[in-house]
């Protein structure tokens, strides 16, 4: 315990500081709280995105080693080269908790066949579909994207507010806990000792009073 000095002014302080203190580890609580159930709301969703992700890359990687083995590396690589373009997408920022999470949104819809730059007499049915499901799979994965950037910065916040509710609750509210009980401790001391040097010069004075009175009588 840091020294204090036991006067009552310091009493009275430490207990708003107290009071103070359990109001700002309820309002952490909450925080945390609510952080944590945004956080749970997020993960089941993620998690199947995740895996239907996994499940339509798969199916792309087989349409193209499909595409790969019947058309040829030279027409799937020509295909692909004339397909290549910039993806646009539309960022926004949300305030949870004072906490900024970023919004993607991709403002490509898929492309039509005549919008992928390759001529489509000079392909074949397998390489747009391949196109087709690699389109899918780069949707999936920028609509999952802020939702994984969105949880880590969850999850960070969640374990700072955390840290903040477990020193106000461990460390700052009990150790001036202990200093309110040795105020106290030490003024109702002294208001003992007070009392007892009071009776003391009382009683001391009721003698000296009696012994004056048998002198004069």
């Not at 952080?35 to 239907?52: H, N, S």
């Not at 997408?89 to 730059?117: C, H, M, Q, T, Y």
């Not at 579909?129 to 949880?151: D, R």
């Amino acid at each position: 315990m840091e020294p204090v000095s036991p006067t009552r002014m310091n009493l009275l302080q430490r207990k708003a500081q107290i009071k103070l203190a359990q109001q700002g580890a309820d309002l952490l609580k909450k925080k945390r709280d609510a952080l944590l159930k945004e956080f749970m709301d997020e993960v089941q969703p993620l998690l199947a995105a995740r895996e239907r992700t996994q499940e339509e890359l798969d199916k792309a990687m087989a349409s193209l080693i499909m595409s790969l083995a019947v058309d040829g590396t030279e027409q799937v690589e020509s295909a692909a080269f004339a397909y290549a373009k910039d993806i646009s997408i539309d960022i926004k920022e949300k305030n949870i908790w004072g906490i900024k999470i970023p919004e993607v949104k991709s403002e490509r819809a898929p492309r039509s066949l005549f919008e992928r730059g390759y001529s489509i007499t000079s392909t074949s049915a397998r390489i747009d579909n391949t196109a087709s499901e690699f389109e899918a799979v780069v949707e999936l994965i920028i609509n999952m994207a802020p939702v994984e950037i969105k949880l880590k910065k969850l999850g960070q916040e969640i374990r700072k507010t955390s840290r903040r509710v477990n020193a106000l609750e461990q460390i700052l509210i009990p150790n001036l806990t202990q200093q309110v009980r040795f105020i106290r401790d030490t003024l109702e001391e002294r208001a003992r000792e007070d009392v007892f040097r009071l009776k003391r010069l009382k009683d001391k004075k009721e003698k000296t009073q009696k012994g004056q009175s048998r002198l004069t009588s």
